[in-house]
């Protein structure tokens, strides 16, 4: 799976949007963005995933460039609730790819009253 | 709506005891996963499991450890003889047939002393 770059935090005030960035620059073509959250020591939560095309569902939207090495993922009107760590995760789709996500770092998302 | 769920969600051992941690994956779902994050560390993966056998193991998944699926409903990981190094958060998944999305559970905090 292509490694991915996060920044380490960044801060959002509440009610604004917060747009995390990821940089996958060696992704595949038959590879899928993932993000994923933590809320403090929670279980890592699903947020959205995409292959090339923008996504969007009632969690957040995901806008993948054109040439899909980066991505960003976008919390609309972000809360309080909203701070946790994000991870975006690359990952092969199909055949022998019900395996692991491999997570990094992530970002740390703090959101402020 | 379904859940992973995970018991118990705190364990406190000694050095060189037996655990089981259990989990119940999300009905429907037939392929599970084993994760651990140790304290301020990155969440990594452990195990996979389909059809009753491994799919793939982690460095990590030693022979300490072992997976079984006792049940139509239960899944485990065993850690036979635990080391203080085992102290860690354990994340049960669980995936569904044909979707590649992985639901976590809250997890198992183990200590071991």
């Known amino acids: 799976d292509a490694k991915t770059t996060q920044p380490t935090s960044m801060d959002c005030a509440e009610g604004r949007a917060a747009n995390l960035p990821c940089n996958h620059s060696?992704?595949?073509?038959?590879?899928?963005v993932y993000w994923y959250r933590q809320i403090h020591s929670q279980g890592p939560q699903y947020i959205i995933h995409g292959l090339k095309n923008n996504e969007t569902n009632e969690m957040a939207s995901l806008i993948i460039t054109e040439d899909r090495k980066s991505s960003t993922l976008i919390l609309p009107h972000a809360t309080l609730r909203d701070t946790a760590v994000y991870y975006c995760i690359v990952r092969v789709a199909g055949g022998t790819s019900y395996g692991k996500l491999t997570f990094g770092q992530g970002t740390i998302l703090t959101v402020h009253p | 709506e379904p859940e992973v769920t995970q018991t118990p969600s705190h364990q406190v051992t000694q050095m060189g005891q037996e655990v089981i941690l259990r989990c119940v994956p999300i009905?429907?779902?037939?392929?599970f996963y084993w994760y651990r994050q140790i304290l301020g560390q990155k969440v990594e993966f452990l195990v996979s499991?389909?059809?009753?056998?491994?799919?793939?193991k982690s460095e990590i998944f030693d022979d300490q450890f072992s997976v079984e699926r006792p049940d139509g409903s239960n899944f485990t990981l065993k850690i036979r003889s635990t080391k203080l190094e085992d102290s860690a958060m354990y994340f049960c998944a669980s995936t569904p047939l044909y979707q590649e999305t992985q639901y976590f559970g809250p997890g198992t905090r183990l200590l071991v002393l």
């Open positions: 060696t992704i595949s073509g038959n590879e899928y």
């Open positions: 009905s429907n779902h037939l392929y």
């Open positions: 499991f389909y059809n009753n056998e491994i799919s793939e």
